[in-house]
């Protein structure tokens, strides 16, 4: 370890005295003119990291996702795609709060030597960035601390977050793909234009995207290239060069929040297909005008019940073999989507708590697990002993169970296994649209309807108070508090309600759902009251 030339880089990235960081659900997140020394610490931690897997190549995302422009925030992604290890986050804190040189180095050495670091062995990371302005200059310092250990590093410019997930487990495992951004295009458009070919469907289908003007703005552009003959997309909201239009009045987290319309798009016709993504493009969700020209907004509930029933067909054709086909939701899933689950599509549902991380494992536990929240972000992870034994199959070509067989082989390619991901879902839905049972965003919208729902936020003191159990849907902290939710919510029919910390503000958010509109907003302002 050579100490001099890491306090050289360190004493460009001095951190502050008084402030305490926090790996949270999405890494570090704040006001990006406080991160500097954050992302470089960061840089030095994938390193050490990539150096504790005997050189994996580990990933950085510089994001702030759905978060306005004057944030950004940085996150790690293990080798197979996934979230960064939970028992590596606390690791993170530490070295994000040791703020001089002199604590760095301690603090590297104290996990060289926790974590039995061979500080000799290779370290590989690559990074990437979405559309934000503060971006190249956070870019530049995570790379000042990669440098720093001496790490190898490849740096891929503005990628979607789940672009850099794909690439992360190309380069552990290349049976994955091509490990560049062409490889994600090309394994996109080979596995949709060969579902589409299997059920000889040969026109076009056409759907708007609302960009959130963030960086899938220039992917749909690149992707409608490969796409040309199969998808027509229409941009809206598509400049991810104005960085102060990012995420501001359109995006997935403003239409699933607002239940209305972003702006930017110019003719809103009826009863036709739409979309919006996030800032960087890991959450999509639907809507459409119905006949009335009321807004109908398809969630990401919405759009784990439409896969889920169209895999649970095609699993339905191959006779003989049994999967476990499951869906994972969290507190926040509309309780009519829970009830649909259960009682119409029969399938196992599991709840977790809120955070990708949580769904993604508990996804991992069926054979075919379709985990989604109901702000959009999510995906289906097929296990591996259900793809042996799809690749297995001797279903003879030309029949239904070979069709099905081989659409599911399609979908574990087209639906990305790492992480949520807006443009896969979104061509996931596409084709479930097409081949499926509900055919138009109508049919769709029909198989349940929601619930009223609120969701509310309060400041309190100190919101570590706040302690959950059941998936977060029970208090045990503040003693006391949770009976008298309970109390309440039992005032209302179809009523539920539960109160949580965010992991992501300083705040604590309160759901609350019923019957009707106008015992919806009373359960949520009575049970708000409690922490007043
Ligand atoms: C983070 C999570 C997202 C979750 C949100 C909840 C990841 C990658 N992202 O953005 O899944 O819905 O936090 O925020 O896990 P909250 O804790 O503030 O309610
Ligand atoms: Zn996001």
């Known amino acids: 370890m050579n100490i001099e030339h890491i306090t050289g880089y360190a ?33 030095i931690l994938a390193g050490l990291r990539s150096k504790a897997l005997g050189g994996k190549t580990i990933g950085v995302m510089i994001t702030a996702s759905h978060n306005p422009p004057k944030d950004n925030g940085i996150k790690i992604v293990d080798p197979f795609g996934e979230m960064l290890e939970q028992s590596w986050e606390a690791i993170s804190t530490k070295l994000a709060n040791s703020h001089d ?3 760095l ?28 302005e503060s971006g190249p200059k956070l870019l530049a310092s995570t790379i000042d601390g990669l440098k720093a250990i001496g790490a190898s590093f490849k740096d891929f410019g503005q990628l979607t977050t789940p672009q850099l997930h794909y690439l992360t487990r190309c380069f552990n495992d290349s049976s994955f793909g091509k490990p560049d951004e062409e490889g994600y295009y090309e394994k996109l458009i080979l596995s949709y234009s060969k579902i589409m070919e299997l059920w000889g469907v040969t026109d076009d289908i056409s759907i708007t995207v609302d960009a959130a003007n963030g960086i899938g703005a220039d992917q749909i552009l690149k992707l409608q290239k490969y796409f040309e003959q199969h998808v027509k997309f229409t941009l809206v909201n598509g400049s991810s060069d104005v960085p102060s239009a990012l995420n501001s009045d359109c995006g997935a987290d403003f239409v699933k929040t607002n239940q209305k319309l972003p702006s930017g798009i110019p003719d809103f016709e009826p009863l036709k297909l739409y979309s919006s993504f996030d800032g960087d493009a890991d959450r999509v969700v639907f809507y459409y005008l119905n006949k009335e020209g009321t807004f109908r907004l398809l969630d990401g509930d919405k759009i784990a019940t439409l896969l889920a029933s169209f895999i649970s067909s095609l699993l339905s054709k191959l006779d003989g073999k049994s999967f476990k086909l499951g869906i994972v939701q969290t507190a926040y899933a509309n309780g009519s989507s829970s009830n649909y689950i259960t009682n119409v599509l029969k399938l196992p549902l599991g709840v977790t708590a809120t955070g990708v991380k949580h769904l993604h494992h508990k996804a991992q536990s069926y054979d075919i ?41 399609l979908l574990v390619d087209l639906i990305n296994q790492t ?6 879902d979104l061509l996931a839905v596409l084709v479930a649209l097409r081949l499926g049972d509900s055919k138009t965003p109508e ?15 309060a400041l309190v003191k100190d919101r570590n108070q706040f302690k ?47 019957n009707t509109i106008e015992d919806t907003n009373e359960l949520a302002s009575r049970v708000s009251k409690l922490l007043e």
């Open 419 to 424: 992480v949520g991901d807006s443009i896969a």
């Open 101 to 103: 040189s002199e604590s």
């Open 468 to 514: 959950t159990t059941d998936a977060e849907r029970k208090l045990v902290e503040p003693v006391g508090l949770q009976s008298e939710i309970d109390e309440i919510v039992a005032e209302y029919p179809g009523g539920r309600s539960f109160v949580r910390a965010s992991g992501t503000e300083d705040a604590v958010r309160i759901y609350a759902e019923a």
């Open 369 to 409: 697990g379709v985990y989604f929240e109901a702000n959009g972000h999510g995906t289906v992870l097929f296990s591996d002993n259900f793809v042996e034994a799809l690749e297995a199959q001797d279903f003879t070509p030309g029949t239904e169970q070979y069709k099905a067989a081989s659409t599911l082989r």
């Open 105 to 132: 180095i301690s603090t590297i050495k104290e996990i060289v030597e926790s974590q039995k670091i061979d500080w000799s062995a290779p370290s590989n990371v690559v990074v990437a960035r979405d559309s934000r």
């Open 11 to 43: 004493s460009k990235h001095l951190g502050p005295e008084n402030e305490t960081f926090a790996y949270g659900t999405a890494g570090f997140r704040m006001l990006a003119s406080k991160l500097d020394p954050v992302v470089f610490r960061v840089g």
């Open 443 to 457: 049919e769709w919208d029909s198989n349940y309807t929601d619930l009223p729902n609120r969701l509310l936020k």
